[in-house]
């Protein structure tokens, strides 16, 4: 389970900003939105987070920070020699941050043991990069990587907990790569499951990673899968009584454009091809649809399910931005819900989500206060996060009026012309 995220000058995300699921001593639905670690240090991990702001306010940069954090843990160690990191953006809205590191740094448990690891970066080489690993209460510091810019080498400390070929690992790892990442692709046994965390035990959804319908699509080619995401279904009120995929030989026409040499070349071949039949039944009658006949709700309902019954199964951590895109309130409500069922989430799966919903803060028994966050974007254009608590919200204080009445924060500022008032 995800425990804390931090990250620092990473695009309007200036300062270090801290999204921590860690939950508070508040009592209230503690059995359902919580999970007991067993851990003195974070007894109780909340099971979701949602992060409101306005439009440009950078709750998606939020998201897409530890989506890059987690590129660079998956690709950096087949980077060529010299190669920079040219999507790599610091905060560029003032005269230092430009050329300062970038930071990021995740918490999270795997099977009881709570490990720490971070790396700070700038476009051309890893500045510095450690792990400490928390199997009692005190940590233990597994290894720390520093770069001296004096002599213009990395240097390593090393801690008797990680055992293997220290050396060698330290020896292939270039500057522009890191160490875990490199000691991973050498066969490191005791640094896989860290890799494995990013690699296999999270998931984003966002802009750069939208949706893709093939995995429900493989899903309902299987019995007991398809029986679950049409019960998925018909539990949001959707009148799906079955969903048939119906595999079939079909041309596929490609057209390749050569800009340099003017050129384009039209191909066709014959190609394997996937067909999502609906059937509907109401008290009038039946009926079967294609999938784009389906509203755009149905279709990402449907592009959604696959996955969320994949993450409750597996206990993995979601993060989506903008959740409410094309789905009903009661709809998201009923998605963040599954998430709070302990009957159907019995492997500490986690949902963090942005919206504009405000209707979702006074959904009965939806969030605990220590679930909700805001961004706001300051006058200088850097982004602030910052938890619901920090305001000690009463019990059942009407968290959707104080949010529009400004009462939090991370709203959008309109000009009067832009409201139509008049002078």
């Not at 048939?244 to 057209?255: D, F, S």
Request: with cysteine; charged share 25%.
């Amino acid at each position: 389970m995800l425990v804390e995220f931090r990250t620092k000058n990473f695009r309007s995300l200036r300062d270090e900003q801290v999204l921590s699921l860690v939950a508070s001593t508040d009592k209230t639905l503690l059995d359902t939105h919580a999970l007991d670690t067993g851990l003195k240090a974070t007894p109780r991990l909340l099971k979701s987070a949602v992060v409101y702001g306005a439009n440009a306010s950078g709750k998606s940069n939020l998201i897409k920070a530890l989506q890059y954090m987690r590129g660079v843990v998956m690709e950096s160690a087949a980077r060529q020699p010299g190669q920079t990191f040219v999507r790599l953006q610091p905060f560029k809205l003032d005269a230092t941050s430009g050329s300062q590191p970038t930071e990021f740094e995740v918490t999270f448990l795997i099977d009881g043991v709570r490990y720490q690891y971070g790396f700070a970066m700038t476009a051309q080489r890893i500045v510095s990069e450690q792990l400490l690993v928390y199997k009692a209460f005190k940590p233990q510091r597994w290894f720390v990587r520093q770069f001296d810019a004096e002599s213009g080498k990395d240097v390593y400390e090393f801690g008797s907990g990680l055992k293997g070929a220290k050396n060698l690992w330290e020896g292939a790892t270039r500057p522009n790569a890191l160490f875990l990442s490199m000691a991973v692709q050498l066969n490191s046994e005791a640094l896989r499951p860290v890799f494995d965390w990013f690699a296999n035990r999270l998931v984003i959804v966002n802009e750069q990673t939208p949706l893709s319908p093939q995995f429900s699509v493989q899903m309902l080619k299987q019995e007991a899968q398809r029986t679950a995401i049409c019960d998925f279904l018909r539990a949001a009120d959707i009148s799906i009584a079955d969903i048939e995929v119906a595999t079939k030989q079909a041309m596929v026409h490609t057209i390749h454009f050569d800009l340099p040499a003017g050129k384009r070349e039209d191909s066709a071949s014959e190609q394997t091809v996937d067909e999502v039949k609906f059937h509907h039944v109401t008290e009038h009658g039946k009926a079967v649809f294609d999938l784009m006949d389906e509203s755009s709700g149905t279709r990402n309902l449907l592009f959604l399910a696959g996955p969320i019954l994949d993450i409750l199964n597996k206990g993995l951590t979601l993060l989506v931005d903008e959740l409410d895109t094309s789905l009903h309130t009661l709809l998201v409500q009923a998605l963040v819900r599954l998430f709070h069922r302990p009957e159907i989430n019995t492997a500490g799966a986690q949902l963090v989500f942005t919206t504009h919903d405000t209707s979702l803060l006074d959904a009965y028994g939806l969030f605990r206060r220590d679930q909700i966050w805001f961004v706001e974007k300051r006058p200088d254009q850097s982004s602030s996060l910052y938890p619901l608590l920090d305001f000690s919200p009463r019990k059942n204080e009407a968290l959707e009026r104080g949010y529009l009445q400004g009462r939090y924060g991370a709203l959008p500022f309109l000009r009067n012309e832009a409201l139509g008032a008049k002078h």
